[in-house]
């Protein structure tokens, strides 16, 4: 199924040219991977902690960074020789952390509330743990839609920009959560049945 995740190659093409200037400056990926994470735990602290609806517009702004910060980490991973174990480690985790972060302050939105946030957060990480698992069964690390990382990115960026710049709110935003939080157990039925389809053909056992 089709997501913005098939726009990566083009994004990546426009950013290989600063990615090679970091990696001659010295930069690592796993201290961009870090760096992400940090950025984004701080992005939703603030958003969370501040009571001005305004601050909700860091979001969308972050966002954008994170994707490109993203981007480069993997290229600096794999054009620039510095793939690791540990960095593995850190590229996941530092994506669920991150989602999570930037998901949290929806929480404190009175009129979405805790139950679609919660929801949200929860499929969002079941999602990307039925993709990382891919490997693990003879599959490759499974991307599939509707509502990858890029997907959620877009859905909560235009949430937070819709809040920040206070226009009307209603029980629609927490409708809108909910539909997120419903594509995403979509995102893990698809990632979980295409991962067994292509262990399948590889001729594994299921």
Do not use: H
């Not at 190659?9 to 940090?38: C, D, E, I, S």
């Not at 501040?50 to 954008?64: H, K, M, Q």
């Not at 957060?121 to 693990?136: D, R």
């Amino acid at each position: 199924m089709m997501t913005l995740y098939a726009l990566k190659p083009a994004f990546q093409n426009r950013l290989r040219p600063g990615v090679m200037r970091l990696a001659r400056a010295g930069v690592t990926a796993n201290q961009v991977t870090v760096a992400a994470m940090a950025g984004s735990v701080a992005v939703g602290a603030l958003a969370a902690g501040l009571e001005a609806r305004a601050a909700f517009l860091l979001i969308p702004v972050w966002l954008g960074l994170r994707m490109a910060l993203n981007a480069a980490d993997g290229m600096l991973a794999r054009e620039c020789g510095q793939k690791s174990r540990l960095g593995a480690y850190l590229n996941e985790i530092g994506d669920v952390v991150s989602d999570a972060a930037l998901t949290l302050p929806f929480w404190f939105v009175p009129a979405i509330g805790p139950a679609p946030v919660a929801a949200a957060i929860a499929l969002a990480i079941l999602a990307e743990l039925a993709g990382v698992l891919g490997p693990a069964i003879g599959a490759s690390r499974r991307y599939d839609g509707p509502m990858g990382k890029s997907d959620r990115a877009l859905a909560f960026g235009a949430l937070a920009a819709w809040i920040g710049l206070g226009l009307p709110a209603g029980p629609w935003l927490a409708a809108f959560v909910w539909i997120v939080a419903a594509l995403l157990l979509v995102t893990t039925v698809n990632r979980v049945r295409q991962g067994l389809s292509e262990a399948d053909a590889s001729g594994l056992p299921s």
